[in-house]
């Protein structure tokens, strides 16, 4: 049930508080979550208030949760004042119970093609060291960017005056960052300047600036106090935990100093680089990022932020290397100097000499020919050197990702992650609205190409802002996955018609996650079947996802019921080790190559081959080429990957022979460690 509004003793004004809720985000409520909580709290009339023992914030600031500095395990209530109280309580309590959406931001499991960051280990001679931001290699000149200095007067004309012409510089600032997210392609940059126009609106952040516009200071002077003591506050919070919120400090810096521009009249200053160009910076605002000229940028590097940063995401994104928190040092290099930036390594060679340029072009170039090769040979099948054929098919949101994969040689999708569909709505969508979205991605595909489509699968870490779930002490354990849809058969059925509308158009497959026991797969056959028979679409298959240790356990049974399996590795891993998926301490321990969770991937494929079902991986692991082996050695024979990784895993599949891959599944099943794992699967790759 929803949590509980109950009338505090003392309450004035009608206030209704709900039950606590311990926070479950590893990093406190930061920017992206306090800002999608603050997009829910502003959709009631009531006034919010977001508690934390004596401490009380507006739950409708973003600027005002942040400052609350919480933990990971702090008890939050909300309360609410007005006619919807008991509502937004409920809708508030729930988000922040599921963690606002941050779950997934946790480091992956283990070394993907797309590696993430690593801590730099080692400085070489003339080489200034910092934490990989994203990998990869290149050689360029340096270009050193600061920050200009804006001047404003302190005082201003009339209160009025001073008010209206910040209420300009802030729409127009809105403007701006609205343009910019148009130009970025991608999600995680899109979040950032999102949460970007949520601070713009902060009520707390205009009430400090429209007080200091009363009495008698110029709106740009008054706006600087505001912004520049509310980003203080939070860079002022005590503790390591905060170390993510300091860095958020930076984003209302950067947002202020937007404003501060419009309101001086003064253009910030425009990173003009010329071809080749490694930047470097003290810190780089996601504006700074957003608006550079990426082709010819190679890389940068900044003295300020980790792993975590905004500007780490977005070089990811950006797919080119860069280091945060390098050494100050890096700060009085000359403009012009060559350098050699090795992302993986964290490391900034700045007095390369030759033989070192010339080594790294000859790496860079190995891995340009490799990728060109890959890229090459993509559309062509994968069959090992014994003749195995593999199918490679991917991992996609919506049809724009089921086109790049078909592009990149995909040979069909192997998990639609529905839930991504509508996440950005508040209300679930109609029959109608989801057909439309399932039958795009099936024409992307056509109708020889296969697509899994997983029916929703939300709870846990995932929250669906539609679908509010009740408050639960363990949601990775409660109501999740295919638990939600038989919880709320009318919505489930809606769904299953929806998709049911897509077949013909490529070849259809539905998939139910986080199957457990075999009455949930009975229960959800008979829902479908129900659907079936009134829509009289027949050529469906129907398959599990294994992502629970019951499963793996009982696939023989399991695989007289399913017409196929597909191992969701991320979920797997987390039940079999009882570790976390999202847990920043347990993230190297979480490991897919564990041998338990081997065993489990052996388990399943020995129960499908009794009864001729086909076993996909569609978890992280199969993107990992560590671990490509070992998985078709145990009898896997579809990967479905990451859609950037399908060329490379094809390649490596072409190279491998299926009699040594099984060869190798058998000795390493034996293992107990992961380290021992990893060392047979290393040595293996050489
Ligand atoms: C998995 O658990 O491996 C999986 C593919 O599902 P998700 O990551 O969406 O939970
Ligand atoms: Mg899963």
Same mark, same amino acid.
């Given at each position: 049930?929803?949590?509980?509004?109950?009338?505090?003793?003392?309450?004035? &004004?009608?206030?209704?508080?709900?039950?606590?809720?311990?926070?479950?985000?590893?990093?406190?409520?930061?920017?992206?979550?306090?800002?999608?909580?603050?997009?829910?709290?502003?959709?009631? =009339? !009531?006034?919010?208030?977001?508690?934390? &023992?004596? @401490?009380?914030?507006?739950?409708?600031?973003?600027? !005002?949760?942040?400052?609350?500095?919480?933990?990971? &395990?702090?008890?939050?209530?909300?309360?609410?004042?007005?006619?919807?109280?008991?509502?937004?309580?409920?809708?508030?309590?729930?988000?922040?119970?599921?963690?606002?959406?941050?779950?997934?931001?946790?480091?992956?499991?283990?070394?993907?093609?797309?590696?993430?960051?690593?801590?730099?280990?080692?400085?070489?001679?003339?080489?200034?060291?910092?934490?990989?931001?994203?990998?990869?290699?290149?050689?360029?000149?340096?270009?050193?960017?600061?920050?200009?200095?804006?001047?404003?007067?302190?005082?201003?004309?009339?209160?009025?005056?001073?008010?209206?012409?910040?209420?300009?510089?802030?729409?127009?600032?809105?403007?701006?960052?609205?343009?910019?997210?148009?130009?970025?392609?991608?999600?995680?940059?899109?979040?950032?300047?999102?949460?970007?126009?949520?601070?713009?609106?902060?009520?707390?952040?205009?009430?400090?600036?429209?007080?200091?516009?009363?009495?008698?200071?110029?709106?740009?002077?008054?706006?600087?106090?505001?912004?520049?003591?509310?980003?203080?506050?939070?860079?002022?919070?005590?503790?390591?935990?905060?170390?993510?919120?300091?860095?958020?400090?930076?984003?209302?810096?950067?947002?202020?100093?937007?404003?501060?521009?419009?309101?001086?009249?003064?253009?910030?200053? /425009?990173?003009?680089?010329?071809?080749?160009?490694?930047?470097?910076?003290?810190?780089?605002?996601?504006?700074?990022?957003?608006?550079?000229?990426? !082709?010819?940028?190679?890389?940068?590097?900044?003295?300020?932020?980790?792993?975590?940063?905004?500007?780490?995401?977005?070089?990811?994104?950006?797919?080119?290397?860069?280091?945060?928190?390098?050494?100050?040092?890096?700060?009085?290099?000359? /403009?012009?100097?060559?350098?050699?930036?090795?992302?993986? #390594?964290?490391?900034?060679?700045?007095?390369? !000499?030759?033989?070192?340029?010339?080594?790294?072009?000859?790496?860079?170039? =190995?891995?340009?020919?490799?990728?060109?090769?890959?890229?090459?040979?993509?559309?062509?099948?994968?069959?090992?050197? @014994?003749?195995?054929?593999?199918?490679?098919?991917?991992?996609?949101?919506?049809?724009?990702?089921?086109?790049?994969?078909?592009?990149?040689?995909?040979?069909?999708?192997?998990?639609?992650?529905?839930?991504?569909?509508? @996440?950005?709505?508040?209300?679930?969508?109609?029959?109608?609205?989801?057909?439309?979205?399932?039958?795009?991605?099936?024409?992307?595909?056509?109708? #020889?190409?296969?697509?899994?489509?997983?029916?929703?699968?939300?709870?846990? $870490?995932?929250?669906?802002?539609?679908?509010?779930?009740?408050?639960?002490?363990?949601?990775?354990?409660?109501?999740?996955?295919?638990?939600?849809?038989?919880? #709320?058969?009318?919505?489930?059925?809606?769904?299953?018609?929806?998709?049911?509308?897509?077949? &013909?158009?490529?070849?259809?497959?539905?998939?139910?996650?986080?199957?457990?026991?075999?009455?949930?797969?009975?229960?959800?056959?008979?829902?479908?079947?129900?659907?079936?028979?009134?829509?009289?679409?027949? $050529?469906?298959?129907?398959?599990?996802?294994?992502?629970?240790?019951?499963?793996?356990?009982?696939?023989?049974?399991?695989?007289?019921?399913?017409?196929?399996?597909?191992?969701?590795?991320?979920?797997?891993?987390?039940?079999?080790?009882?570790? @976390?998926?999202?847990?920043?301490?347990?993230?190297?321990?979480?490991?897919?190559?564990?041998?338990?969770?081997?065993?489990?991937?052996?388990?399943?494929?020995?129960?499908?081959?009794?009864?001729?079902?086909?076993?996909?991986?569609?978890?992280?692991?199969?993107?990992?080429?560590?671990?490509?082996?070992?998985?078709?050695?145990?009898?896997?024979?579809?990967?479905?990957?990451?859609?950037?990784?399908?060329?490379?895993?094809?390649?490596?599949?072409?190279?491998?022979?299926?009699?040594?891959?099984?060869?190798?599944?058998?000795?390493?099943? =034996?293992?107990?460690?992961?380290?021992?794992?990893?060392?047979?699967?290393?040595?293996?790759?050489?």
């Amino acid at each position: 049930m929803t949590p509980v509004a109950t009338a505090p003793e003392g309450a004035s &004004g009608g206030a209704l508080t709900g039950d606590a809720v311990r926070l479950p985000i590893a990093a406190g409520l930061h920017a992206r979550p306090a800002a999608m909580l603050v997009a829910l709290a502003k959709k009631y =009339q !009531s006034a919010i208030r977001l508690l934390r &023992g004596a @401490d009380e914030v507006n739950a409708k600031s973003v600027v !005002s949760i942040m400052s609350l500095g919480t933990q990971h &395990g702090d008890l939050l209530r909300v309360q609410a004042t007005g006619a919807d109280a008991a509502e937004a309580i409920a809708a508030v309590s729930a988000l922040l119970l599921q963690g606002c959406g941050e779950a997934h931001e946790a480091a992956p499991t283990s070394a993907t093609l797309t590696t993430e960051p690593v801590p730099a280990v080692a400085t070489a001679a003339h080489a200034l060291s910092g934490v990989c931001a994203a990998p990869g290699l290149a050689v360029g000149r340096v270009v050193q960017f600061r920050q200009d200095v804006i001047v404003v007067a302190e005082t201003g004309e009339s209160a009025e005056r001073e008010r209206s012409k910040l209420d300009a510089a802030l729409t127009l600032a809105q403007q701006q960052i609205a343009a910019l997210k148009l130009g970025l392609a991608d999600a995680a940059g899109a979040a950032i300047l999102q949460a970007h126009q949520e601070l713009l609106q902060d009520p707390d952040l205009l009430e400090l600036a429209v007080a200091g516009v009363l009495q008698c200071q110029s709106a740009g002077h008054a706006w600087r106090v505001a912004f520049m003591q509310y980003a203080q506050r939070l860079e002022g919070l005590e503790g390591a935990h905060n170390a993510l919120l300091r860095e958020r400090g930076s984003d209302i810096r950067d947002v202020g100093r937007r404003v501060l521009a419009l309101l001086a009249g003064v253009t910030p200053a /425009q990173i003009d680089l010329p071809q080749g160009a490694i930047l470097i910076a003290e810190e780089l605002t996601p504006s700074d990022t957003a608006s550079l000229d990426r !082709s010819k940028l190679l890389g940068f590097c900044t003295t300020s932020g980790g792993a975590t940063s905004h500007v780490a995401i977005l070089a990811r994104s950006f797919g080119i290397p860069a280091l945060c928190g390098v050494d100050p040092a890096a700060l009085a290099l000359a /403009q012009g100097t060559l350098v050699v930036l090795d992302g993986a #390594q964290g490391l900034l060679h700045h007095r390369p !000499s030759p033989a070192d340029i010339d080594q790294a072009h000859q790496r860079m170039a =190995q891995q340009a020919a490799r990728r060109e090769q890959d890229a090459a040979l993509a559309q062509d099948a994968a069959v090992t050197t @014994d003749g195995q054929r593999i199918e490679v098919v991917a991992n996609v949101r919506n049809a724009t990702e089921a086109r790049e994969a078909v592009a990149l040689g995909g040979e069909g999708v192997g998990l639609l992650r529905s839930e991504f569909l509508f @996440d950005e709505r508040d209300t679930a969508p109609s029959e109608d609205e989801q057909a439309a979205a399932y039958i795009a991605v099936a024409q992307a595909l056509g109708p #020889q190409r296969t697509l899994v489509i997983r029916t929703l699968d939300v709870g846990g $870490d995932k929250p669906l802002p539609y679908l509010p779930l009740p408050k639960e002490d363990n949601p990775f354990l409660g109501l999740r996955g295919v638990r939600v849809s038989l919880d #709320q058969p009318e919505m489930f059925r809606t769904q299953l018609r929806a998709i049911l509308r897509a077949s &013909g158009q490529a070849r259809l497959h539905i998939m139910f996650p986080m199957i457990a026991t075999l009455e949930e797969l009975r229960a959800a056959k008979a829902l479908l079947a129900a659907e079936v028979a009134a829509t009289g679409q027949r $050529d469906v298959k129907v398959g599990i996802m294994i992502e629970v240790p019951s499963a793996a356990l009982l696939a023989e049974q399991f695989a007289r019921e399913a017409d196929f399996f597909s191992i969701g590795t991320n979920d797997l891993t987390q039940y079999t080790l009882a570790m @976390d998926r999202g847990h920043p301490k347990l993230a190297k321990q979480a490991d897919g190559l564990h041998p338990a969770v081997l065993k489990m991937i052996a388990l399943s494929c020995e129960g499908a081959a009794r009864h001729g079902k086909w076993v996909g991986v569609c978890g992280s692991l199969a993107s990992d080429a560590m671990a490509v082996p070992v998985l078709i050695g145990l009898g896997v024979s579809e990967l479905s990957v990451s859609v950037p990784a399908i060329p490379a895993i094809k390649a490596l599949l072409r190279r491998l022979s299926l009699a040594e891959c099984q060869g190798l599944a058998q000795e390493v099943i =034996q293992f107990g460690t992961t380290a021992q794992v990893r060392a047979r699967l290393a040595a293996f790759a050489d």
